[in-house]
């Protein structure tokens, strides 16, 4: 058994308990990927990131993540949730941003005053969903024909593809039948109406990840890295914009995404609620 320094964090929200939970383990070379693997089913959170010495010079650090059921080669809220810890633990990058090696690379993370953001690594898969796929999503969800207004692969990494809605409305008032969606991983959006809504949003988003241990998700990087690809290629955005993500779940995430020229970045305040020590 041995000992290592341990965080529990809240990620895209600014007080705690309202973000995305994730466990960050540091120092974690000498643990196998099994005991990894058993680490993260134990802690029940969506994820459970590890982090080790990097294996490319560039990198100030290598993390891996981990879902109740599967090693991920990128997710966001890990990826901002891990930097934050390795910062508020003492790290100190080689250069002005942060340099993270994960599965899919290396993701640059910079800090947006008390806020981190990441780079949306590039699209894996895009393009439109089938039509047979669309349909299973809608019966899925228990949507009306016709409710589902566009579809879009955003996969960058986590499996993912989204659907559009009219009204933020339909988005809360989903109750998705994850029998029907077993496999799948689908984030549904939808634009708020500022008369209706209010101004402290511009879109709804809600997670799906049917078969998980976690079928929802409450805060989402890398849906909406994916998503923000295709909103923006595609003029259904601003180059600036907030998500608003968790509220049927007791939360208030908030993302936030800018395009800067080719880039776009994804950020979000964090927040620690746990230090200490793991035996393992």
Same mark, same amino acid.
């Given at each position: 058994m041995h000992s290592f320094d341990f965080k529990?964090? &809240?990620?895209?929200?600014?007080? !705690?308990? @309202?973000?995305?939970?994730? !466990?960050?383990v540091f120092a974690a070379d000498e643990l196998s990927d099994e005991r990894m693997a058993a680490f993260a089913t134990w802690t029940n959170l969506s994820e459970t990131t590890f982090i080790l010495e990097p294996q490319d010079p560039r990198a100030d650090y290598r993390v891996r993540i981990f879902t109740t059921a599967k090693e991920l080669?990128? *997710?966001?809220?890990?990826?901002?949730?891990?930097?934050? *810890?390795?910062? =508020? !633990?003492?790290?100190?990058? @080689?250069?002005?941003?942060?340099?993270? =090696?994960?599965?899919?690379?290396l993701v640059r993370v910079r800090r947006q005053g008390a806020e981190l953001a990441f780079l949306a690594p590039p699209l894996l898969r895009t393009g439109p969903v089938e039509a047979d796929l669309v349909e299973r999503v809608r019966l899925g969800l228990g949507l009306e024909q016709g409710a589902i207004v566009r579809a879009q692969w955003v996969d960058n990494g986590a499996g993912w593809l989204a659907v559009m809605l009219d009204n933020r409305q339909q988005v809360l008032d989903l109750k998705p039948d994850h029998g029907q969606m077993l496999g799948l991983a689908v984030g549904v959006i939808a634009p708020w109406n500022p008369e209706r &809504?209010?101004?402290?949003a511009h879109f709804e988003v809600r997670a799906f990840i049917s078969g998980d241990g976690m079928?929802?998700?409450?805060?989402?990087?890398?849906?909406? *890295?994916?998503? *923000?690809q295709w909103l923006l290629k595609e003029g259904l955005a601003p180059s600036s914009y907030v998500v608003s993500q968790g509220l049927t779940m007791g939360r208030a995430g908030r993302i936030q995404v800018e395009q800067l020229g080719d880039e776009i970045w994804i950020g979000g305040a964090v927040v620690t609620c746990i230090s200490g020590t793991l035996n393992l």
């Open positions: 529990q964090v &809240d990620v895209f929200s600014r007080v !705690a308990l @309202k973000g995305n939970p994730l !466990a960050v080669p990128f *997710a966001g809220h890990p990826t901002l949730g891990t930097c934050h *810890a390795w910062l =508020e !633990a003492g790290g100190v990058p @080689k250069g002005e941003e942060i340099i993270q =090696e994960c599965g899919v690379g &809504d209010g101004d402290d079928p929802e998700d409450p805060a989402t990087g890398s849906l909406n *890295a994916g998503v *923000a």
